[in-house]
């Protein structure tokens, strides 16, 4: 087996990074996880590691380490995943120094790291919420073309990773892939970050305990199902010279409605209690795919019940 048949998966232990590292292994690649394990999970990659433990290697390692660039260089991969992240937006906000460091040094170890292996491909996550940030909102959904309006730390430093991914292609010929992905949920999803919602709906509905809801839960978001998500990643590194792309349904869900489905796939009469909103937060996101369907031959194909059922499924199980 050639290196060009390794994929290497930064954050291959978190939650979008897990169903990856399945989906990547299940189509016949050698992976290995870069993860420090600060929110990831050994037990996400439980099964492939038992299924597949010739072919999955796991190094536990932070993304602002410099091992991360000559790890990359010597295993020359042929598809680099990005998804390691700091990806809670109010941490960005209390914490911006610690964000730049890990989601702006952290990509620029990764694209170092790619350079010198003279990878095929890198795939980066980015997110669609907070890059495009407080918009006007006759424009939603948003489409690639609006202009980034990031207002917190972490949408400044995806802002930035694509920028970098650019200049990347540019000087030296490395061939990327920015993915701004909306609210991504499903099973093994951590209750951190703007779409940690869902879990943490399922956590508190499923042990009968009161919900919290910030502002008046009319502000909306793009729930996209972590499967159809990880398509995505998979058709971007399939394809070239395609540098930004949204991955999203298009269609907005107030976080009322989503509470509402939630507590009826479940069965509770339990009402949430409202608190004031929080620093940072938008009011309305979606993203338009029309795009990733042009580009990719990708569109969500999971409807948000039946996302929601499957996720609700897993944590009454986990």
């Known amino acids: 087996m050639t290196n060009r048949d390794i994929s290497i998966v930064t954050g291959g232990a978190g939650f979008i990074g897990s169903s990856l ?3 990547l292994l299940a189509i016949g690649n050698k992976v290995v996880v870069i993860d420090d394990f600060s929110t990831g999970r050994l037990s996400n990659l439980e099964e492939s ?34 998804l390691a992240a700091q990806v809670d937006l109010r941490h960005s906000v209390s914490d ?45 959904p948003f489409k690639e073309s609006l202009s980034p309006n990031p207002g917190t730390p972490y949408g400044i430093s995806k802002a930035v990773t694509m920028n970098y991914l650019s200049a990347y292609d540019d000087l030296y010929g490395l061939d990327g892939t920015a ?11 951590d209750p951190h970050g703007e779409a940690g919602v869902v879990a943490i709906f399922a956590g508190q509905l499923l042990r009968g305990e009161k919900s919290i809801i910030f502002g008046t839960g009319e502000q909306t978001r793009d729930f996209v199902y972590v499967d159809d998500a990880v398509d995505a990643f998979i058709k971007a590194s399939e394809i070239k010279k395609t540098k930004f792309c949204n991955v999203g ?3 907005e869900t107030s976080v009322n409605d989503l509470y509402q489905v939630m507590s ?11 608190l004031p909103s929080r620093k940072g937060e938008l009011e309305r996101s979606a993203l338009d795919p029309t795009y990733a369907k042009e580009t990719l031959d990708w569109h969500s194909s999971t409807s948000l019940e039946e996302g929601l059922l499957r996720t609700i499924e897993w944590f009454k199980k986990n």
């Open 21 to 23: 590292v399945d989906r």
């Open 96 to 140: 911006p120094l610690f964000d730049a460091e890990t989601n702006i040094l952290g990509t620029l170890r990764v694209l170092e790291g790619a350079r010198k292996s003279n990878a095929n491909k890198v795939v980066v996550a980015a997110s669609g919420g907070t890059l495009y940030g407080a918009q006007d909102s006759g424009l939603l």
């Open 249 to 251: 349904t298009g269609t």
């Open 179 to 189: 993915l701004a992905l909306a609210n991504v949920y499903g099973p093994r999803q």
């Open 264 to 274: 009826s796939l479940i069965g509770s009469s339990s009402q949430p209690e409202y």
């Open 49 to 82: 590691r038992t299924d597949d433990e010739e072919r999955l290697q796991v190094i536990s390692l932070d993304v602002r380490d410099s091992g991360v660039t000559e790890i990359i260089a010597d295993l020359k991969p042929g598809t680099i995943f990005h």
